[in-house]
């Protein structure tokens, strides 16, 4: 990956759009390269999928509960995780060090949903506690980590000399 492959990929970030004629205007690469380059940035695995992102509050499914799990298992911590992944609302699951065995983030429509979610996590016999916490108010949430980074900062550390 060189410095106008991370260029593209921060441009779609920021965009929004894998639209060539859009990256183009934004990057200043030609329309067929970007072509070529989103291909091969697609056949190295490095761009996954095309997505549509959704509006979650307008969809409905505007409120967001992070809860950290406590459990207690002997096997592997990936089967506790399938388990926790399997409740509905679920969007993410993290297996973390400390206190804390997992942290997981849910959207959801009210406290209904909220009080399924938790009664679904206390019905998963390894899970011995939960804390959770009410998300008031939303400063980002993206999927795309690099809209977080400068270009300057992903050109410098990550592109191959």
């Known amino acids: 990956m060189d410095e106008r492959d991370i260029r593209l990929l921060k441009a779609i970030a920021d965009l929004g759009t894998g ?5 183009h205007e934004e990057t200043g690469i030609p329309v067929s ?17 095309d997505l549509y992102d959704v509006n979650l509050e307008k969809f409905g499914l505007g409120v967001t509960v992070l809860v950290e799990v406590l ?16 409740v509905e609302g679920v969007t993410q699951a993290h297996f973390t060090m400390g206190e804390t065995d997992f ?36 400063l980002r949430d993206t999927h795309n980590a690099l809209q977080s ?12 000399e």
Do not use: W
Request: net charge negative; proline share 2%; hydrophobic share 35%.
């Open 19 to 23: 639209s060539p004629e859009r990256l």
């Open 33 to 49: 390269t970007i072509h070529y380059r989103l291909n091969n940035l697609k056949d190295d695995g490095v761009i996954e999928n």
């Open 71 to 86: 459990a207690d298992y002997a096997g592997p911590y990936q089967e506790v995780g399938e388990k926790l992944l399997a």
């Open 103 to 138: 942290v997981v983030v849910a959207r959801l429509t009210g406290s209904e949903m909220v009080e399924r979610l938790i009664s679904d996590f206390e019905a998963i016999e390894e899970v011995e506690r939960t804390n959770s916490t009410y998300v008031i108010s939303t």
């Open 149 to 160: 980074y400068s270009l300057e900062t992903l050109i410098d550390e990550l592109a191959e």
